[in-house]
Structures are given as structure tokens and as C-alpha cells.
């Protein structure tokens, strides 16, 4: 038995729902809901109570009716198989209708059954009310379900999770509508059910036993008959099979759409439209994407469906009835909508119709409309307010507040919102929220680290809003396995089609104690509850693309983490996601191409059949990491008719080796991912087109088109790197039980997800996660600390590729309330990253800026009144009127404004004759009027009389006909603005104007009586002038200009504003504007002034309508730097306080300094501290941060515009904190950080270095938090003129193991460095010690300096080479081969050091370790070299690469069969791949035309070459990496000369073949007795047959008696001679001849006589022995 995997030893697999038992996948919890909502069962017109009637008269015929026409008529249905769809919804509502009528208001009893078969069966599944025969009968799988519309306008496939739920149903039933016998069955046991149903006068216990026992006979007729049946349900769904059933099924399509209606209250409406479509639509009403229950209000509403036509009617309408109603058609094809909008209209004009014209988005019902009209204000007040919170996984959490709403005006609702971090709530099945009419809940069912943010509720009463925001942060729940990591959070979908799904999610901040090694992905198909694991391994990387999907089905996908422990809990399941192209649920929501006729209409997009499909374009790597690559490209422009399907190739760069990636799963959809690429590596990709005609480089069965351009050469690996650790962490005090704590970013960090915070107690040494939802930004507040403790923090980042080190420990800080106690608003740093900017509210009301409601808005107490958002606008985006009102109680009496900024507001006042009083005002200007009231502007004075003013008074005077009437007082109490509202005026009647400006000294002149202006409701769109233009910080090439917003805003609020100057004394055609695009600031700084030059400037602002008018003129002013001008430094002390500091020379004693941020007052900023004494000023940050970032300016009052500016961005800020850092605790700079390594004889050096150091530097040598001292284990060492600092260690023991660190004093400045070598480091460390210890001891001795290696010679030779040092005369070497010593015949010479075994004609015998011998009597070394497998390869690899290159050109040579091409190489190996190509293509061998080799020749053999031989022959020797290559040319000449040759060999070859020739059979001598016969016989052979004659002598004989010549058969010939005579003794001869040639065969006869033979022998006898 396989063992498991360290990480799956202790962990049981998650194959039931998520965490909790009680929880379901997405399609079972859908099907609990259709049983808890009997309102969206009967709502629709499916379940219409109307057609009851109808549908229990179908359900008695059916209970009355017999098995065999049960039979029949699920034969037919099988046949006609359109109504099974829709016969199911009808029986189901008929069954609902039924026990609705007669009381049974269990849902669960009335849907329990039928909804039963929408997916697998549970293990609690209710009791059922057939007989168990019924059961077996039942459909396994799905059958064709039923939905009630939900929610919002949604057809085809969608992105919500309901909707895709049942999408993904709807799929399921597209794909087994025309499977007959699910439908049969399904009317079957649904007529089952409804007998049973109309069976009231027995419980439900006795209904199951009340069915009768059959007899044996009975039960084998019944068993029968249900096999025929079955028999011809399988011939009807085979035939079936064949039909097209995209010609059967057809989507919704409105034929009359429902028309919207304007009624009087208390009248009746109709609403009414017809759908066509198959199978038939069902048609859902809503009322504001809500499902309308004709339940919940009898008598309100009535939903019909008759002949087609679909009505809604709505019974005594009432305001509340105004809303956007839409009608729902859905079936198997998808879903289609319609809209209209019924507006209720009032008979006494409260309601003004005309804000609905433009759709129901455009305005909530809760706007502010009282039964007497507009409301002129909403006060709205939070009590009993949720605070910040805390809650576990899997707990449930509800947060609250109650809302006090004054005036309180029935029927009229607030419109409540929940936002997380800046995104809107929306209920789900983890979260809901609820208004019990004066109480607000958002409750949590089930909580996840998801669920983890800053939570706000916005109550909006018409166009006033308030809100209210706090944390809400989600504990980890209790692992499983102890030790295990933390639950993955934000799976997510990131990109879906037909062949994968890429799934994201973030990384825990808890891993358990050890680290992550990598996540398992687990998804689960919609519908069921089998999870399965979609990776073996564990993937490091937050992103994975899940394959092996089946198209069209929808799936759930969770994720969960592992560790050495094991495996932790899953994450939060995803929200379902569909296995479709982008382009096929583009098709899926699209309206059918024609409605249903029957026939198929051909469009543009669509072409006919024969056009050859275009290459697919645009083909890149979208994504590339370390376990896959993902391919994207477009499809082909022309495609056909015809589907097409891709194959993805590639091959590695550099080489043109393209290989299949999908062999066996053809890709659908225009991406793939790539799994099983070796990391590292470079490839190349390509895509082929295909179907069902083949496979080409792009094909259908119209022919074959051409292949994509391959991507650029891309190397396997992450792409995105782990972000740095973040740095400087700094923590600041905020509340009891919190703390601030601020960090620079990580730098160069790409697709950073967040960070997360953790915190420890000062000597704990335990940290708890202080978030476990990253978050954005550089601030977040900790919460949840205990008082009074001191904590340290640290941070790290967090990316798709993993988490970052750990940051440095922050300083210790204390928790305890900051002074002056409260949250201040940089609590919620994260909001200044999330949408919509929500804030923490902290009282006012927000009003809107729209004319309407100005009027009423400057009668309130309030000033700064941010306006409502419009639908342009991001969500809390604020406009800002600040206009003087004729309720003063909020300012501030003249005796406290007059103090002098930074003194005590006690201190005596100057005395009075000191200062002057004002000049006048000008410049008086009418910003906005209404019909009894005017608000007014003015220019303050130029001159201020030595100290600010304290405010002004308006008298007004009527112009009747010319003629000016009495002054009067517009205000008692002194205005402090430049603005003011004059109110209980005259319609239509003209005023004139003066203001006088007063200070302590007393009230200035009156202005100059201003021109007229008439009282008169203003309408126009535009906005108003802006109004008090000033200029500053003038030098010669720039200035700042400032304004303040119009206060008549037009219809619209102002969306920014223009700037235009002019020279001044330039005509008024010359003004040009200095910003291009609006600027929604208040400010701005010109710049490109010229020096001298005087200016004129002006504003104008503008909001949808259009640009308003322009301002007055300010100006004109010269723009030049004044002698004297100083600018705004910063600097930073000792103790890192950071600080602006500005000094003036050309201070009045009555002058003050004034700083303001973004040009508004400082004066009250918590963050910031103003110290002015004499003519300097210092303004002192008290924690520097992101809040801080802006414009800060120092205006000096009573002299001639003296200020000046400084600019504190992202950079600056970041400079400033780290300068301030460096100030506050100076440290010691380091050129090196502290590192180990190891010396020659295995000694250990620790070493760092200091930029410098002081002759008073001190070192402490920390080793596991213990200080260590020089001593016979360690040496220390200090160079202070080189800041280096060292220590020895002459061996690393076991217990050296730890962490090291080096710290040094140097006056105040201090530093350390630490190196930590625990684990596989130390141990690595380690054993490099003991390493060089045994290199240095063996080297004592002879020994390698070069360890055994190979190379091959030019003569394709194999060289084992080592370089050996040490050596004396008396060291021997020896050579050993698979441990047995190899004989050299040589002696070796070591003068070069160099010791080599040359082995010849390499081939796989050598293959094996060879090992070479040092020795003498100081020791021995030895040097193994392995030659097997891999490494062999290796050799042989690159012998056939020098074989290859040794090869000659190639030649060509003439045969008597053809043409042969040839090459020579040194010698040939097998291992040595010979491929030859023929004009680029490969040639395919043939008896015709071969390949060999011979000796060390390469051949191709082309026999009786034909002119298509001709061409470029390409011999080519792969090596096992490369190929190499020879090439001919065998055309033209070439070829003529080759194949004239070939011609004449084969001539002479014929006639060589064919010649006469004799074959054998005669003896060269014959020698025979006298007397005897003599008879002979030999072969000839020739084509034609040859002519044969003999010679005797040279002469010619003939046959006779005595010597018999025959020929016989053109293949024989006899010599006979019947009695040979000694005159037959001779040389004979026979001649053969043909066309081709003539061969003579000769042969010589000797005859002798036995009696004379006789004497030769005695007379040679006798010769011998007288010789003797």
C-alpha cells in the first residue's frame, strides 16, 4: 500500500459541505429556499392560482386512469417530448394549487417530492409518499427544473449566484429534455404523487401501506409489460437521439412588450404582454427587481396568463405603487425581460412626476417629500450604535444602531445602505440585513475572515444623509489539526471559458506555526456534494487554472492550505462560475436570430459552408509561473460553417522540434493552459486549427487554412516576484484599546494585494495577527489591546507569488489613550483607498447644493454642508457652500477673535490707538438670488487697519422708478464671510448695496453704493461667479490664486473650475485660460508668468449645464520677487521632530503669521502644533503620515502679500520620516552586512564592516541572545581605520547552532547585524566546514586539481583527462574500469601535471565508472568518474556530434541500378540519427530509394531516378541535440551528367547479364583409355539464345558417327565420342555466341594405350635404375 503524503497523513478529506454540516452546496441551498418560499412558487404565473381549477381536474383524470393507459399516454408524451418540460411545471403547480386550497400550508409537504429530484437525494431525505415500486421507477439524475425569477434582469448566463445556480440547472435541463424516459417517468411518478395528494381521508403513513398485494401472476404480467414499455421508450429516444434539438427548443422572445402607464391614485392598472418561445416560457412579475406574492396583499394584485397573454393588475393605486415592474420569461434557452414604469400621480401636485421621466434609478422612493411639500430638513441622529467588533469564523455576528429621523412623516421610509470598506452590502446567504422602521441590522449567518472590514451604514432621507462606520474584525477559527494553517480567503474566478477555469485567492495571515508549502484546489459541480482535488501537489502561487471541466456545467471551487502539520480548514466556497467562452454566454444572453419558423437564417456573421478557415491571430502568453503558462489568441477571421477546434503546440527555443501538447482533449475556446513545462526553460508556442475533417495547420472539412505566428520565446517561471518586506514601522498612540500603526510600503512591490499586521506583548515572544483581511495603504488601527501593555508590531505584504520577510520590530509603545483622547480621523486610513472615501461620521447633516434646497440650507445653524452624490460622481464625493447666515450663534464673539494666534486668548488686548479702523469694501456683487432674498459678495478691505477684521455690516436700500428710498439694516450681528444672504425682500423689486468692515479699532466707511440689483428667482443652469479672488506667494515667474465656490450652484453642483488671466492692460479678447480640463481645487498655482508683467485674473465655474459666469477681476499684480522674500524650509531636530519653519524681515508689529493646508486654516488641525515667536514661526508635525500630504502655505497678515509655501508629497514624506528615523536613533551605517564563510583549513569567519568607526567604538559579540568573549573557541578582532569587525571559530560543532550577532556602540549611535544558521543553513554551513577541513588534509598528499573529465578528440576518440599536483617519482597511478585495473601500455609522465586514458572507437561497451588511483607513502586520492546512463548519453551525445562534423560534402556516384549520394565520416555509430530530406521535405524510403551505411560510408540510393528526383538532397546527422547538415544539389547538370552515366552502366550491365557465356560442366584436361566412350556435358547460357560450335585444334568440327555434337534446349550442350582413337587426342574448344558476345571454353583429350603405358613404366624403371 502507497504511503500518503506527509501533509494528508492526519487529515480527513473535506467531502461534505463547507465547515459546517448544516450548510449545502449552492444548488441544494437554492432548493431549500424554493421550499421555506411557497410566495415565489405561487407567484409566478406557472404556479397562477387561476389555472388551479384546470390543473386538479388533470391530476383526478390521471389518479382514475390504469397502468396501461399510464403506458400510453407516456408513449405519446415520449413522442410529442416538446410538453415534458412544461407538463412537469404544471403538475408540480397543480399539486401546490391543490394543497393550498385545502389548508396545507407545510410547504415542505406540497413541493418536498417534486423538488426532491432536482439533485441527489441527502442522507436526511424526507419520507416519500410512493410505493417502492414507484422509487425504482423514479429518475436518478436531474430532471427538468423549476425557478421563480429572482432578483435582478438577468438572461442567460449571469454573475450572481442565485442566477447561475439556476442557469446552470437551466443547462442541465436543455441537456435531458429529449431524453424520453427521464420526462416519462417524471409524469408518471408525478401523476403518482398527485393521486396521492388527492387522498385526504388517510394520513400520510397509511397512504404508503395502503397499497394492495399483488399476486405472483399479476407481478410477472405487470414486470413484462413494463419491459415492452421500456423497449419502446428506448426505440422512441434513439429516434429522438437523431433529431436536431437546437431545431426543437427557442428562446423567450417578447412579442408584446408591456407598456409603462401615468395613473391617478386610487385607479387600476393593467400591465399586459405576450411571450412566445418553446418550451413555453414562464413568466415571473417584480416590482422593483422584487418577485411580486399576490398573497402578501389580497385583492392588490392579480396575475392572469389566458391564450398567451400575460396581465398584471394592480387594484387601487397608491403612491407607493410607483415603481420599474418587470416581466420575467424564462425556459431551457434562457431569460428575457421587459420593463415598464408605472408612475402614481397625485391630485393636489405634492409629487412632481417629472423627476421619474428619467427612470427609477434616477431618485429613491425615499425622497423628501412631506404631504405640504419639500421638507426643508432631515435631522438624523444615531442611538445605541454598533462599536467596534470582534467575532470567529463560523460564528454569527449582527451589527445595529437605531435611527432617530426628525421630522418623522409617515409612509415615507429612510433608504438604508451598508457599505464594506466603501462597497456596497448586498444580502446573500452569509449576510442580511434588516429595518424594523426605526432600527437598522446587518446580520451576519455564518462569519468569514472575508467578512473582516470597515462596515458603514448610510441612512438617506431624500437629499440628506448621515453615516456611521466601525471595524468589524474575524478571528480565525480553531484548526482541526493542531498546528495546521489558517482557512485561504477571496476565492475568486478570475478568468472562465470551456477548457479551464484560473481561480485566485489570498494567503492566510496565520500559517500555523510553520511555513505554507502550498494550497490544494478542491471544486465541486452545482448541484452536488462530491468535492474533488484538482492538483496533486501543492501550488505556491495564488492563482491556478482548474482543467477537466465539462462544458456548460457551473462549478463551486474552495481552497485550502498546507504544512509540515498538515492540512488546514477550506476556505469560503466560491461564488459558482460556468465552464463557457465569454463569447458563447454573450450568445446565451443575445435574442434568438429570427423567432421560431422552423428554418435557419444565414447572416454575415454566420457564413456558409466553403470558406477556407483564416489562421488564428494575436497569439501571446497572458500568464507565465512556475507550474503554468496560459495561451491566449483570437480566432480565425474566416472560420465556415463549421466549428472549429485548436491543438497547441511547442517546442523549445532555438530548436524547430514542435511537439502536441493536448494530444487527447482538443481546446474549444481561444485560451489554454500549459501544464508540465520544465521550469527554466525557453519555449515557443503555436495553435492549429481543426474538426471533424482533420487535423491541419488550420482545417475544416472546406480545406485546410494556415498556422498562427509562433509567441515570442518565453522562459518557464514566476513572473511576479514576492514583494519586500516592509520598513519603518511606527506606532502611535489612539484609544485605550488601540493603536496606529503607520509603515513605508514595500518598493518595487507589483500586484500587492495588501498587508497584514501582527502584534506582540513586549517579552512574550508570541504574536497574534492583529487583521486577517489584508489591507491597503501604509495606516491601520490595532484594536482589541489591552491597556496599559506595551506591544511591538511588525508587518508583511502580501501578492499572488506569497508573503514577504517579516518587517523589523517596531518601537515599544504603550496602550493608552492619545491626548486629548477620542478617535481622530485618520483612525480609518483605509478609506482614503477604498471607493466612495466613506468617513467616520461625526455629526451634520449632509444637505445637496441644488437651488431648491439652498434656500431652506442657508437658514440652517450648519455651515460646510458636503452635497449628495450624483450619479457622476464617486460616492461620497462633497461640494462645499460656505455662506454667511442670518443665524450668528455659532461665531465666535469679536473679543475671542481678536487674539493673537499663539498667545492666550486671555492676554489684554492692544490698546485701541495703536490700530485704525478699516477701509471700505468693494467690488460688491450679487451671487444668486431668489424670490425674496439675495445673497450678496464683496472684496474685503485693502487695507485692515493693523489688525483682522471682525466682521461686517449690510444695509440695503429699495430703487423704485429711479429713485433711491431709506437705507436699512440687513444684519444686527457683524458677518464674518464675505457673503451674505438678505432675506424678507421684494419680488421683482430693485436694491442697491453698501458694506462696512469693523475690527476692535471699530466700524470702517461704508463701501460705494453698489449698482442694482432686482430680487428675482433665479433658473438659470449654469453656476454662479465664484467670489473673493485673492493672489499670494507672488514671485517673479509664478503666484498662488485662491477663490471660494459660487453660491448659486446652478441645477447641478459645480464640478470644477477654469482659470484665465490676462496682461492687464490687454483687451478683453486676449484672456486664455491656463488649465485645460476643470480642477476641482479651490487654488492654483500659475505658473510661465513673466517678470514686470502685471496680471489679471479670473474664474468661472462650471457644472453639467455649462461654464457660468466669469468672477470679478483680481489683480492686477506684477509678478516679480521681492528683495527680501524667504521661503518655507523644513528641518528635522535631534529627536527627529519634524517641522516647517519660516521667518519674515519685513514684519509689522501688528502682522501674524497664519499656516493653512491645501490653503484652509491649520488653526484647529489636531496634527499639527504653531509656535511664532518674533519674526519666525515654526510649525511642528506631531506624527507625520499620509494625512499630512499637501500644500503648506505661511501667509503673514498686515504687510504686502508676504508668504511662501512648501509641497509635502509621497517622496518628500517618505524622506522626512526616514531622516527623522535616522535623527531620533542614530545608528551606525553599514557597508556590509554581518556574513559567515568558510577559510582554507575548514575555519569559520564571521565578519561585517562599518562605513567608519571611532577610535571609542565598542563591539558586543552576541551568540543566542548571550554575549561571548575571545577565549580558545572564539577570536575577535576590530579594524577601526576599515570599520571591519571579525571573529574565528576553528570548527562548527552541534551546538554552534543558533543565531549570531554583532553589535556595535559608538557614541550615541548604535547598530547590529545578525546572521541566523539554524536548520538545513547551519547544517550546510557545516558540512562546506568539514569539507575544506578534508579538502586542505588531502591535499597534504598527492592529489587532483582537476578532478576526472572526458573529451573527445578530433578523431572522434574518447580522452579521460584528470590534472593531478603533489607529486614525487614515486606515486603510482592506476586506471580501474567498473573496479577491474585497465592495462596501460604507457608509463605515465606527470612533467604537465596532466594524466590522461585515451579510449578509441567509443561505443556502448565502454559505458561504465571508471576510476583513477593516486598513490605514495604520504596517502592516496582518487578520482570516479561514472559513464552510465545520463552521463553516458551525454559522451555519446557529443562523440556523434564531432562524427557528425567530420563528415564530408556530399557526393554524388553513377550505378548500374541508379544514383547513389554519399558522405564519409571517421567511423559510424548507431547512436548517430541519419535523416535525409528531399527539396525540405523528408524523404520516405522506398525498394526504390534506400538509406544505409557501409563501413564508414553514408549512402542514398536512388534507383532508376525519374526527372522528379531532381532537386536539393539534404543529409542530416542529429547528435541527439542537434542536427547537422550536408547538402547536394542533383539537378541540372549535375543530374544530366549522373543520369547519362547511370545510362551507360546499365547498357553494360545488360550486356554483361545477358551475354553468351558457358557456365560450367567441362574439364579443363580429359584423359581416357583407348577404346572407351567419351562423353561430355556443360551448361551455356544467353539471352538470345546463343550459337554453339566447336573447335578441335583451332579448326572447325562437325558431328559425325564417330564424334557426336548436340545442342539442346538452348541451355545444354553434349560432346560425345563413342571409341576413342589416339587420334582423338587434341585441344578441344566450344565457342558460344550472341548479339552481346562470344566465350570460348577450351578443354584438351588425351588418349592412351594400356600396353604402350606398360612400357613407359618398365623403361623409365629401368632408366632409373641404371642410373642408380
Same mark, same amino acid.
Request: aromatic share 10%; with cysteine.
Given at each position: ?362 431618485? =429613491? ?19 445605541? &450604535? ?189 461564488? =459558482? ?72 503546440? &511547442? ?1018
Amino acid at each position: 500500500m502507497m504511503s500518503l503524503p506527509f501533509y494528508q497523513k492526519s487529515h480527513e478529506h473535506y467531502d461534505h459541505s463547507y465547515r459546517s454540516k448544516d450548510l449545502r452546496t449552492s444548488m441544494s441551498q437554492y432548493q431549500q429556499e424554493k421550499k421555506r418560499s411557497a410566495i415565489y412558487t405561487h407567484g409566478s404565473t406557472a404556479y397562477s392560482s387561476r389555472s388551479s381549477a384546470a390543473h386538479r381536474q388533470e391530476s383526478e383524470a390521471i389518479s382514475q386512469a390504469s397502468f396501461q393507459q399510464q403506458a400510453s399516454q407516456a408513449y405519446s408524451l415520449a413522442a410529442s417530448q416538446y410538453s415534458l418540460g412544461s407538463e412537469v411545471s404544471r403538475k408540480a403547480a397543480s399539486a401546490y394549487d391543490y394543497g393550498y386550497s385545502h389548508g396545507l400550508t407545510d410547504s415542505r409537504l406540497l413541493l418536498e417530492d417534486y423538488s426532491s429530484k432536482l439533485s441527489p437525494q441527502t442522507k436526511r431525505a424526507k419520507k416519500s409518499l410512493l410505493s417502492g415500486e414507484e422509487k425504482e421507477n423514479l429518475p436518478r439524475d436531474y430532471m427538468v427544473p423549476i425557478f421563480s425569477g429572482r432578483q435582478m434582469h438577468v438572461s442567460g448566463i449571469t454573475d450572481t449566484e442565485e442566477e447561475r445556480i439556476k442557469e446552470a440547472a437551466a443547462y442541465i435541463a436543455q441537456r435531458n429534455l429529449l431524453a424520453s424516459e427521464e420526462g416519462i417517468m417524471s409524469k408518471q411518478s408525478t401523476s403518482s404523487k398527485q393521486s396521492v395528494v388527492s387522498k385526504q381521508s388517510t394520513s400520510t403513513l397509511q397512504q404508503e401501506e395502503s397499497f394492495e398485494k399483488k399476486s405472483r401472476k399479476v407481478a410477472i404480467r405487470e414486470k413484462a409489460e413494463r419491459l415492452s414499455l421500456r423497449k419502446t421508450l428506448e426505440e422512441t429516444e434513439a429516434y429522438h437521439g437523431k433529431l436536431n434539438e437546437d431545431h426543437l427548443l427557442h428562446a423567450p422572445e417578447f412579442i408584446i412588450k408591456p407598456r409603462s402607464h401615468t395613473v391617478w391614485e386610487k385607479e387600476s392598472v393593467k400591465l399586459h404582454c405576450s411571450v412566445a418561445g418553446w418550451p413555453e416560457p414562464r413568466l415571473t412579475w417584480y416590482k422593483n427587481q422584487v418577485p411580486i406574492n399576490v398573497h402578501a396583499n389580497p385583492g392588490k394584485y392579480i396575475i392572469e396568463s389566458r391564450y398567451g397573454m400575460h396581465t398584471l393588475e394592480i387594484n387601487s393605486c397608491d403612491f407607493e405603487d410607483t415603481a420599474q415592474y418587470r416581466a420575467s420569461a424564462m425556459n431551457v434557452k434562457g431569460e428575457l425581460s421587459a420593463y415598464a414604469s408605472v408612475v402614481v400621480k397625485r391630485y393636489k401636485g405634492e409629487f412632481d412626476e417629472t423627476r421619474f421621466h428619467a427612470g427609477a434609478s434616477t431618485m =429613491p422612493l425615499s425622497f423628501a417629500v412631506t404631504p405640504y411639500g419639500y421638507a426643508s430638513k432631515f435631522e438624523i441622529h444615531f442611538d445605541d &450604535k454598533f462599536d467596534v467588533s470582534f467575532g470567529r469564523e463560523g460564528e454569527t455576528m449582527s451589527l445595529g444602531c437605531r435611527v432617530v429621523i426628525t421630522p418623522e412623516i409617515k409612509h415615507f421610509q429612510p433608504e438604508i445602505q451598508w457599505y464594506r470598506n466603501g462597497a456596497p452590502v448586498s444580502p446573500s446567504k452569509w449576510v442580511q440585513t434588516h429595518w424594523s422602521g426605526e432600527r437598522a441590522t446587518l446580520t451576519f449567518s455564518h462569519l468569514n475572515k472575508e467578512d473582516e472590514g470597515l462596515y458603514t451604514i448610510r441612512v438617506r432621507m431624500g437629499e440628506y444623509y448621515e453615516q456611521y462606520s466601525a471595524y468589524v474584525f474575524v478571528r480565525d477559527a480553531d484548526a482541526e489539526i493542531e498546528g495546521a494553517p489558517a482557512s485561504p480567503l477571496d476565492v475568486v474566478c478570475l478568468d472562465a471559458n470551456k477548457d479551464y477555469i484560473i481561480i485566485s485567492w489570498k494567503q492566510p495571515a496565520v500559517d500555523g506555526g510553520s511555513p505554507i508549502l502550498g494550497y490544494f484546489i478542491d471544486k465541486c459541480e452545482v448541484g452536488t456534494d462530491s468535492w474533488s482535488q484538482c492538483n496533486d501537489t501543492p501550488v505556491k502561487f495564488a492563482r491556478f487554472p482548474v482543467t477537466g471541466l465539462i462544458e456548460g456545467r457551473s462549478y463551486i471551487f474552495r481552497v485550502r492550505a498546507v504544512n509540515k502539520t498538515g492540512i488546514g480548514l477550506p476556505s469560503r466556497v466560491s461564488e =459558482p462560475v460556468a465552464a463557457l467562452d465569454p463569447a458563447e454566454k454573450a450568445r446565451l444572453k443575445s435574442r434568438p436570430s429570427a423567432p421560431w419558423t422552423g428554418q435557419i437564417i444565414v447572416t454575415e456573421e454566420e457564413p456558409s459552408e466553403g470558406i477556407i478557415p483564416g489562421p488564428p491571430t494575436d497569439l501571446s502568453v497572458t500568464e507565465a509561473t512556475r507550474s503554468y503558462v496560459v495561451l491566449s489568441w483570437k480566432p480565425p477571421g474566416q472560420r465556415g460553417h463549421e466549428g472549429i477546434m485548436y491543438f497547441v503546440e &511547442k517546442c523549445e527555443a532555438g530548436t524547430e522540434n514542435w511537439q502536441r501538447v493536448n494530444t487527447e482533449l482538443p481546446v474549444k475556446s481561444p485560451r489554454f493552459a500549459l501544464f508540465d513545462l520544465a521550469e527554466g526553460k525557453s519555449y515557443c508556442f503555436r495553435v492549429r486549427c481543426s474538426n471533424s475533417a482533420g487535423v491541419g495547420l488550420c482545417s475544416n472539412s472546406a480545406g485546410v487554412g494556415e498556422p498562427s505566428e509562433a509567441t515570442e520565446v518565453t522562459v518557464v517561471g514566476d513572473k511576479l516576484d514576492i514583494p519586500k518586506a516592509p520598513g519603518n514601522i511606527i506606532p502611535s498612540r489612539n484609544t485605550d484599546t488601540s493603536v496606529v500603526v503607520s509603515w513605508e510600503e514595500s518598493k518595487d512591490a507589483k500586484e500587492l494585494v495588501g498587508y497584514y499586521i501582527e502584534s506582540s506583548v513586549v517579552g512574550s515572544g508570541k504574536w497574534e495577527p492583529c487583521n486577517n483581511n489584508p489591507v491597503k495603504g501604509s495606516r491601520f488601527t490595532c484594536h482589541g489591546l489591552v491597556t496599559g501593555q506595551s506591544y511591538i508590531f511588525r508587518v508583511r505584504a502580501v501578492n499572488a507569488a506569497g508573503l514577504s520577510e517579516y518587517s523589523q520590530d517596531s518601537e515599544a509603545i504603550e496602550v493608552k489613550a492619545a491626548i486629548g483622547g477620542g478617535v481622530s480621523p485618520e483612525v480609518w486610513p483605509e478609506l482614503s483607498d477604498t471607493p466612495g472615501g466613506l468617513t467616520d461620521s461625526r455629526g451634520g447633516v449632509h444637505g445637496a447644493s441644488l437651488p431648491t434646497f439652498q434656500k431652506d440650507a442657508l437658514l440652517s445653524s450648519k455651515l460646510n454642508k458636503p452635497s449628495l452624490p450624483s450619479s457622476s460622481h464617486k460616492l461620497g464625493q462633497t461640494e462645499v457652500s460656505k455662506v454667511s447666515e442670518t443665524v450668528q450663534e455659532e461665531l465666535t464673539p469679536s473679543s475671542q477673535k481678536t487674539a493673537p494666534k499663539g498667545k492666550s486668548k486671555s492676554e489684554p488686548l492692544k490698546k485701541k490707538k495703536d490700530l485704525a479702523v478699516p477701509s471700505p469694501p468693494y467690488d460688491i456683487t450679487c451671487l444668486e438670488s431668489f424670490r425674496d432674498s439675495m445673497v450678496l459678495g464683496w472684496k474685503q478691505p485693502d487695507k485692515t487697519g493693523g489688525t483682522e477684521i471682525t466682521g461686517y455690516f449690510v444695509n440695503y436700500r429699495e430703487v423704485i422708478g429711479g429713485v433711491a428710498g431709506k437705507w436699512r439694516e440687513a444684519n444686527i450681528k457683524a458677518v464674518s464671510d464675505t457673503a451674505y444672504k438678505i432675506s424678507d425682500l421684494k419680488e421683482n423689486t430693485v436694491y442697491q448695496f453698501q458694506v462696512a468692515a469693523m475690527n476692535i479699532a471699530g466700524l470702517g466707511a461704508p463701501s460705494a453704493i453698489s449698482e442694482c440689483f432686482k430680487c428675482e428667482e433665479w433658473t438659470i443652469a449654469v453656476p454662479g461667479p465664484p467670489h473673493n479672488l485673492k493672489y499670494s506667494e507672488v514671485r517673479k515667474n509664478s503666484l498662488v490664486l485662491q477663490w471660494k465656490p459660487p453660491v448659486h450652484s446652478g441645477r447641478t453642483p459645480v464640478t470644477g473650475y477654469f482659470v484665465d488671466l490676462k496682461e492687464a492692460n490687454a483687451k478683453d479678447d486676449q484672456w486664455r485660460g491656463l488649465n485645460e480640463a476643470a480642477i476641482k481645487n479651490k487654488y492654483l498655482k500659475v505658473q510661465g508668468l513673466k517678470e514686470g508683467v502685471s496680471y489679471v485674473f479670473r474664474v468661472r465655474a462650471i457644472n453639467q449645464a455649462g461654464v457660468g459666469k466669469p468672477s470679478d477681476l483680481a489683480g492686477p499684480v506684477v509678478a516679480e520677487t521681492r528683495p527680501g522674500t524667504k521661503e518655507v524650509v523644513v528641518h528635522v531636530d535631534d529627536d527627529g521632530v519634524i517641522s516647517l519653519n519660516f521667518e519674515c524681515d519685513q514684519m509689522s508689529p501688528q502682522s501674524e503669521f497664519t499656516w493653512s493646508k491645501d490653503y484652509v486654516s491649520t488653526e484647529d488641525s489636531p496634527r499639527v502644533e504653531v509656535e511664532s515667536k518674533g519674526n519666525k514661526t515654526k510649525m511642528t508635525f506631531k506624527d507625520l503620515g499620509t494625512d499630512d500630504l499637501g500644500i503648506y502655505s505661511c501667509d503673514v497678515t498686515d504687510t504686502d502679500g508676504i508668504a511662501s509655501s512648501y509641497v509635502i508629497d509621497e517622496e518628500e514624506l517618505k524622506r522626512l520620516l526616514a531622516l527623522s528615523q535616522e535623527h531620533k536613533f542614530p545608528t551606525v551605517p553599514v557597508k556590509s552586512e554581518l556574513a559567515v564563510e568558510i577559510l582554507e583549513k575548514g575555519q569559520v569567519r564571521f565578519w561585517m564592516q562599518a562605513e567608519k568607526l571611532s577610535s571609542n567604538a565598542k563591539v558586543s559579540y552576541i551568540f543566542n541572545d548571550k554575549e561571548i568573549f575571545e577565549g580558545p573557541k572564539y577570536k575577535m578582532h576590530i579594524d577601526r581605520n576599515t570599520g571591519i569587525i571579525e571573529m574565528f571559530m576553528e570548527k562548527l560543532q552541534d551546538d554552534d547552532e543558533g543565531t549570531y550577532s554583532f553589535q556595535i556602540q559608538d557614541g550615541k549611535a548604535t547598530g547590529h547585524s545578525t546572521i541566523v544558521l539554524i536548520g538545513d543553513v547551519y547544517k550546510n554551513l557545516q558540512k562546506e566546514a568539514e569539507f575544506q577541513r578534508q579538502e586542505w588534509i588531502r591535499k597534504q598528499g598527492p592529489h587532483f586539481a582537476e578532478y576526472l573529465s572526458w573529451e573527445v578528440t578530433g578523431e572522434c576518440n574518447v580522452l579521460l583527462k584528470c590534472k593531478v599536483a603533489n607529486i614525487k617519482k614515486e606515486t603510482h597511478i592506476v586506471w580501474y574500469k567498473d573496479e577491474r585495473e585497465i592495462s596501460v601500455d604507457e608509463k605515465h609522465d606527470f612533467k604537465d601535471g596532466i594524466c590522461t586514458l585515451l579510449i578509441t572507437e567509443f561505443s556502448k561497451k565502454d559505458a561504465g565508472f571508471y576510476e583513477v588511483i593516486l598513490k605514495d607513502d604520504r596517502g592516496k586520492d582518487k578520482s570516479r568518474l561514472k559513464l552510465v546512463d545520463e552521463a553516458f548519453q551525454e559522451l555519446m551525445t557529443e562523440v556523434c556530434r564531432i562524427i557528425a562534423l567530420s563528415a564530408s560534402d556530399l557526393k554524388i556516384q553513377s550505378t548500374a541500378e541508379g544514383i547513389r549520394l554519399y558522405s564519409f565520416v571517421t567511423y559510424y555509430l548507431d547512436d548517430l540519427k541519419v535523416n535525409w530530406f528531399h527539396n525540405e521535405s523528408g524523404i520516405k524510403y522506398t525498394d526504390r530509394v534506400k538509406s544505409g551505411v557501409t563501413g564508414e560510408q553514408i549512402w542514398l540510393q536512388i534507383n532508376e531516378p525519374t526527372p522528379n528526383d531532381k532537386g536539393k538532397y539534404v543529409m542530416e546527422l542529429f547528435d541527439g541535440k542537434t542536427g547537422h547538415r550536408k547538402t547536394v544539389d542533383l539537378s541540372g547538370q549535375a543530374y544530366d551528367e549522373a543520369f547519362a552515366e547511370f545510362q551507360r552502366l546499365k547498357q553494360a550491365a545488360i550486356a554483361e547479364k545477358n551475354r553468351a557465356r558457358v557456365l560450367g560442366g567441362l574439364p579443363d584436361v580429359v584423359t581416357i583409355q583407348e577404346g572407351k566412350a567419351l562423353n561430355l556435358t556443360c551448361n551455356v547460357w544467353g539471352d538470345p539464345t546463343p550459337e554453339v560450335s566447336w573447335l578441335k585444334n583451332e579448326k572447325s568440327l562437325a558431328s559425325d558417327d564417330h564424334c557426336s555434337l548436340k545442342f539442346e534446349s538452348g541451355k545444354t550442350a553434349y560432346f560425345t565420342i563413342t571409341g576413342v582413337t589416339t587420334s582423338d587426342s587434341g585441344k578441344y574448344g566450344l565457342v558460344v555466341k550472341n548479339k552481346y558476345g562470344t566465350e570460348t571454353s577450351d578443354f584438351t583429350v588425351s588418349v592412351f594405350i594400356p600396353e604402350e603405358e606398360a612400357r613407359k613404366a618398365a623403361s623409365e624403371s629401368q632408366k632409373g635404375s641404371k642410373s642408380k
